[in-house]
T-cell receptor, first 112, second 118 residues
Framework: QKEVEQDPGPLSVPEGAIVSLNCTYS??????FMWYRQYSRKGPELLMY????GNKEDGRFTAQVDKSSKYISLFIRDSQPSDSATYLC????????????FGKGTKLTVNP | GAGVSQSPSNKVTEKGKDVELRCDPI?????LYWYRQSLGQGLEFLIY????????KSGLPSDRFSAERTGGSVSTLTIQRTQQEDSAVYLC????????????????FGPGTRLTVL
């Protein structure tokens, strides 16, 4: 069983739509839950992170973690064509562990 | 400040040739990672350098792959006798453990080198 599973999509939505991106994971030791965004022909960049369970909101983006079901989500409200990118869920264990575990990424296209 | 830079941005080579890919990390970052990203695949960890410690080479797919980091800064990934299955984007990332900005161990990626082996 892979440590993290992410539907690769692709996902295509009209401008203004609400987008939901999700990952599941298997190891309860993960404590940091991040979303990286990767534009075409660019490296991934950190978009949001959550420590432990709960929600975190940043503008149009909301990151949600449910540790009981080992399920993490990223919601994008009022999606824009500039949100078109690949979104990777990225997990890290605590306790000084540096290693990141990456989902395969979901490719999102927002059509004007 | 300057981010992670990688060179070349694109490399086309013939099967059997050796290639060298370069990564300049963010100044002051002690840790450096190499990853490979193939079409439709996630990021595949290759190798990790942390300070003066012995590198973690557990992700290198074969002995044709090697990497070094000189002076705790610039790193070079070398692929000998390239094969067509080596075609991918090679990404470098560097990390600060300071946690500023949070979270700690955030990896900052370069733009990657797109390698095509004909």
């Amino acid at each position: 069983q892979k440590e993290v599973e992410q539907d690769p999509g692709p996902l295509s939505v009209p401008e203004g739509a609400i987008v939901s991106l999700n990952c599941t994971y298997s190891n309860s030791a993960f404590q940091y839950f991040m979303w990286y965004r990767q534009y075409s022909r660019k490296g991934p960049e950190l978009l949001m992170y959550t420590y432990s369970s709960g929600n975190k909101e940043d503008g149009r983006f909301t990151a949600q973690v449910d540790k009981s079901s080992k399920y993490i989500s990223l919601f994008i409200r009022d999606s824009q064509p500039s949100d078109s990118a690949t979104y990777l869920c990225v997990l890290r264990k605590g306790g000084g562990s540096e290693k990141l575990v990456f989902g395969k990424g979901t490719k999102l296209t927002v059509n004007p | 400040g300057a981010g992670v830079s990688q060179s070349p941005s694109n490399k086309v080579t013939e099967k059997g040739k050796d290639v060298e890919l370069r990564c300049d990390p963010i100044s002051g970052h002690t840790a450096l990672y190499w990853y490979r990203q193939s079409l439709g695949q996630g990021l595949e960890f290759l190798i990790y350098f942390q300070g003066n410690s012995a590198p973690d080479k557990s992700g290198l797919p074969s002995d044709r792959f090697s990497a070094e980091r000189t002076g705790g800064s610039v790193s070079t990934l070398t692929i000998q006798r390239t094969q067509q299955e080596d075609s991918a984007v090679y990404l470098c990332a560097s990390t600060s453990i300071s946690g500023i900005p949070p979270p700690p161990y955030t990896q900052y990626f370069g733009p990657g080198t797109r390698l095509t082996v004909l």
